[in-house]
T-cell receptor
Framework: EPEVTQTPSHQVTQMGQEVILRCVPI?????FYWYRQILGQKVEFLVS????????KSEIFDDQFSVERPDGSNFTLKIRSTKLEDSAMYFC?????????????FGEGSRLTVL | SQKIEQNSEALNIQEGKTATLTCNYT??????LQWYRQDPGRGPVFLLL?????KEKRKERLKVTFDTTLKQSLFHITASQPADSATYLC???????????FGAGTRLFVKA
């Protein structure tokens, strides 16, 4: 069964460093998403990406964040200068985006720890 | 502002009983509503999607209802099993697939 894969599974970084989280969505999906979940809290929407551009973003997704689909298969989330409060699990998801099959398929997440 | 509310208290039930979880929302006019399961440290897993013109949807031991007048969905697991223990998330999208927002989830514990 096709699945969304994410790397790395866990990354530890120093405050102020740049981090890139990588995702390979399901191959025939057209909509791509990043969510984050701080330990013990809810799954929060960060950004959606369709047709090579950002479709929606939340207030969390400020200028420190960017997304890219560099080669037609990978989908990346970059955090330019990490802060302590960026420590969270980051989930990539993909979907077909239609009403009939609007479900999202999530990866297993990348745990980011900022020291 | 838009809100999705799920019972933050954990639900404890005995194996074999029916678990009923509630999702209420405000300031949404969703075309559909989704339910996901999340296990600790794992990504959410899609369970069911119900459209605004559907009152009820079933899948094996799962049943979802959707009342757009009450702005409420109920999620039922019949003949519950300890393996059903997880957090169940309600999710809504006003944008046709671009911004699915999740509720905080309800933690379900099924005791053997």
């Amino acid at each position: 069964e096709p699945e969304v894969t994410q790397t790395p599974s866990h990354q530890v970084t120093q405050m102020g460093q740049e981090v890139i989280l990588r995702c390979v969505p399901i191959s025939n999906h057209l909509y791509f998403y990043w969510y984050r979940q701080i330990l013990g809290q809810k799954v929060e929407f960060l950004v959606s990406f369709y047709n090579n551009e950002i479709s929606e973003k939340s207030e969390i997704f400020d200028d420190q964040f960017s997304v890219e689909r560099p080669d037609g298969s990978n989908f990346t989330l970059k955090i330019r200068s990490t802060k302590l409060e960026d420590s969270a699990m980051y989930f990539c998801a993909s979907g077909t985006g239609t009403v009939n099959t609007g479900e999202l398929f999530f990866g297993e997440g990348s745990r980011l720890t900022v020291l | 502002s838009q809100k999705i509310e799920q019972n933050s208290e954990a639900l404890n039930i005995q194996e074999g009983k029916t678990a009923t979880l509630t999702c209420n929302y405000t300031n949404y006019s969703p075309a559909y509503l989704q339910w996901y399961r999340q296990d600790p440290g794992r990504g959410p897993v899609f369970l069911l999607l119900i459209r605004e013109n559907e009152k009820e949807k079933r899948k094996e031991r799962l049943k979802v209802t959707f009342d757009t007048t009450l702005k409420q969905s109920l999620f039922h697991i019949t003949a519950s099993q300890p393996a059903d223990s997880a957090t169940y998330l309600c999710a809504l999208d006003n944008t046709g697939g671009f911004k699915t927002i999740f509720g905080a989830g309800t933690r379900l514990f099924v005791k053997a």
